[in-house]
């Protein structure tokens, strides 16, 4: 006799994950022996380049490697991390105390809030949003208040309307630019801002910083910790997935506030035995060839941008060139809900975008298109779309 098995209220309070439903359609048709044209997950097409591969085949080599890791990371990762932002952002992380590695930036951002919230503590997210911010505050037993971000203020939250006993019983407050769906970019004048809100409220400032590196037309993503309050109340969650197409690697890691970091590397301690040593190794090469790697892969992505803005803009679209991260964000044209004109465009056209609804309510009448296609793909979307 089988038993009575059934999840918690804790996971039925997520919806399934946006990507996982999105994929079991695009195989239907797959099935079917359809061309899908796929913009729609971001994943970086583009291979991870060559000395960071032939690092890792030589650190596997090395039996050393083979043991279990240090909960925190490498301390030669961690002082890779820190001389890079130091190049990068001016900005001085003791590698000991104020870095740690993790398992890919989602599993630090999933987890943190197991160390910071208590059940029935707020944190703050933005709608629309990467969907694991909801999902960490969810597992922790905290409760999210959705800060929507609005075209008309540049997809940024607007503090100053966030209800006062809101703000007095919130933890945490996630930030994320350059902003994953939206491709919207802040000035380090908003963080300023987001700091000041932060020290009335006594809040955490959790800021993911994935796109750091992808970013077009000379402009460079500032990051938090470039204020000098910035350590003082938060910390920034970093990926070397999307700067240098090693999404299937699962390296990134966290930097900031010497005690916030501490409590996730508690956190860590009892759910992971860290990051494979060898995949740390890679990662320093990476952060060692920086811009020699992430140069040629933001001309790509700014390439392939130009081609779509432009051709989508000739069929009388209306759409802003993003100046950072892989993704347009596009209004839907006419009032169509984002849902119907995804499958819309799926399938009259074979084309893959995402909802914009998907990444939460504010997303509504957006799509989000992912520059993770060759440049020729991209043009055969338009001239499908032409006809
Ligand atoms: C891709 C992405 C991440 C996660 O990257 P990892 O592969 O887990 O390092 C985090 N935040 C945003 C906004 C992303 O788009």
Redesign the pocket.
């Known amino acids: 006799m089988s038993i009575n098995i059934e999840k918690t209220k804790r996971l039925s309070q997520l919806p399934p994950y946006l990507f996982t439903q999105l994929n079991r359609e695009k195989e239907k048709l797959k099935e079917k022996g359809w061309d899908l044209i796929d913009f729609g997950v971001?994943d970086p097409d583009l291979p991870t380049p060559l000395p960071i591969v032939n690092r890792i085949i030589k650190a596997c080599q090395n039996p050393k490697n083979h043991r279990y890791p240090s909960y925190e990371g490498l301390i030669s990762f961690r002082e890779a991390v820190s001389k890079w932002y130091q190049r990068r952002f001016g900005v001085t992380l003791d590698p000991q105390r104020e870095v740690i590695t993790l398992i890919?930036?989602?599993?630090g951002?999933a987890h943190i809030c197991l160390g910071l919230l208590n059940p029935g503590d707020i944190a703050l997210i933005p709608d629309p949003a990467?969907p694991?911010y909801k999902a960490g505050v969810i597992f922790a037993g905290g409760k999210p208040f959705y800060l929507p971000l609005r075209e008309e203020n540049g997809f940024l939250p607007v503090l100053d309307t966030i209800p006062e006993h809101i703000a007095r019983s919130s933890k945490i407050i996630w930030i994320?630019y350059p902003n994953?769906p939206t491709a919207a970019t802040a000035t380090v004048e908003f963080f300023h801002q987001v700091i000041d809100f932060a020290q009335k409220f006594n809040l955490i400032i959790c800021h993911?910083l994935?796109?750091s590196e992808i970013s077009f037309d000379g402009y460079q993503p500032p990051s938090l910790l470039q204020i000098k309050e910035g350590k003082e109340v938060g910390i920034e969650?970093h990926?070397?997935?999307?700067s240098f197409n090693m999404?299937g690697w699962?390296i990134?890691f966290a930097v900031g506030n010497t005690k916030i970091i501490q409590i996730l590397r508690e956190v860590k301690t009892n759910v992971d035995s860290g990051v494979f040593q060898a995949i740390q190794e890679a990662g320093i090469e990476a952060l060692q060839m920086d811009g020699k790697a992430t140069r040629e892969i933001k001309k790509i992505y700014q390439r392939r941008r130009d081609i779509l803005v432009d051709g989508l803009r000739k069929l009388g679209w209306k759409v802003n060139p993003p100046q950072a991260t892989f993704y347009v964000w596009v209004k839907v044209p006419e009032k169509k809900s984002s849902l119907k004109f995804t499958l819309e465009l799926l399938i009259k056209y074979g084309i893959v975008v995402t909802p914009g609804v998907g990444f939460g309510p504010s997303g509504e009448g957006y799509i989000r298109i992912a520059l993770t296609v060759e440049e020729e793909k991209i043009k055969e979307a338009i001239q499908r779309l032409k006809k």
Do not use: C, P, Q, W
């Open positions: 971001g890919g930036s989602k599993e951002i990467y694991v994320n994953n993911d994935a796109y969650f990926s070397l997935s999307k999404t699962r990134g």
